[in-house]
């Protein structure tokens, strides 16, 4: 919440991802890609739940958004065992 009101994000830009099933499916990843693809000159906040269980192709698929996204995207990335993140 604090972070939200420092950075003045307006809750309906605020979006939650959480594992559908037992991981965080390639079909989630490609969805939270094309949302983030959507340009706003507003700050939006994906706050994406159990990362970690997301599979090695969906964390590679996320990870290009993770480099190279607008300035006005933010990321939180919950994760449980941090070991299972790939070292990129």
């Known amino acids: ?7 003045k994000i307006e ?7 959480e594992p559908e099933a037992k991981e965080l ?19 939006r906040l994906f706050h994406i739940l159990q ?8 964390q590679n698929a996320f990870l290009k958004t993770l480099e190279e996204h607008q300035p006005n995207l933010h990321f939180i990335l919950s994760v449980e065992q ?5 070292p990129t």
């Open 1 to 7: 919440d604090e972070f939200v009101n420092e950075q």
């Open 11 to 17: 809750p309906y830009n605020c979006f939650r991802y």
């Open 25 to 43: 499916s390639i079909k989630q990843i490609r969805e939270i890609i094309l949302e983030t693809a959507f340009h706003s000159s507003e700050p």
């Open 51 to 58: 990362f970690d269980t997301a599979s090695t192709e969906a």
């Open 82 to 86: 941090a070991n299972n993140l790939l």
